[in-house]
């Protein structure tokens, strides 16, 4: 089936642009609807010819909430919903690609996908997945985790990275421009970079078990926290991630950051932090990223 190449539909109310739609103009995204679904898209790794989203809430079939889109979280869902939620997002993207995903555990492991032989929710452990595949989707699950999207459009390769605090400690978005580097010959000055929404500075605070592992592991990791109480601060992980981007050697106007919080913008994305704690569960969205064919 030949992809299609959804483009963004001109207001037809008027021609200026609103505050949030001016925003993601400026951080080099948009976003993309289709009956009822809504996807957050970088421009840049589009126009570089990677279809790529991050998935949001809305259009689904999941009861918690009602008519939710969640994408992964066998115990927390009925099984037909998770599949005809994922099958809405991929028809939503206007694509046949085969999604591949791994069996995340906030680790550094990178899984390698060679072929749709090869695409399935796989029981290896790892939080990245990488390929090269004309006809794989590589992604990765978030619910405030940082989700990236990395693509080197001279070898046509690509991976889909899950950095929460412990896979931003192990530096695993780094780890994966290395594989890249390594599997592919991809020159990371030619990479592409999307970091997606996560929670922010302003939301996600750790303690001090958290702070220490960042000191012990990252290199002047104060200026990442704003101190919020004793023995407690936010982090900011989109900036965390975005600064070992630039120290694996990609380009700052390649790298661009979505401007959204998941534990504020619950109105759209699912947060970990705030439906666990208030409902005993929550959804899972989906950061993918392919060749476009």
Known sequence: MPIERIMEQPSTVSSQPSADEQILRDTGFYWREKDGVKILISRQLEDAGFI??????????????????????????????????????????????????????????????????????????????????????????????????????????FAAVHAGWRGTVLSTVAKAVAELQRVYAANPADMLAAIGPAASCRMYEIGEDVIEEFAENITDSSRYFTPTRDGHATVDLHAANRDQLLNAQLRPENISTAPFCTMERSDLFFSYRREKQDFGRTGRLLSVIGRLR
């Open 52 to 157: 790529n989203g991050f998935s949001t809430r809305l259009g689904g079939v999941s009861h918690f909430p009602e008519n939710s889109l969640n994408l992964a979280g066998f115990k927390d869902d009925e099984r037909e919903n998770i599949y005809e939620n994922r099958r809405r997002f991929i028809a939503a993207l206007g694509t046949d690609h085969q999604l591949a995903l791994a069996f995340q555990v906030h680790g550094d492991n990178i899984l390698k996908i060679g072929s749709t032989a090869e695409t399935t929710d796989s029981d290896i452990q790892a939080d990245a997945v990488m390929s090269d595949s004309p006809t794989v989707l590589a992604g990765v699950k978030t619910a405030d985790c940082v989700p990236v999207l990395v693509a080197d459009p001279k070898t046509r390769s």
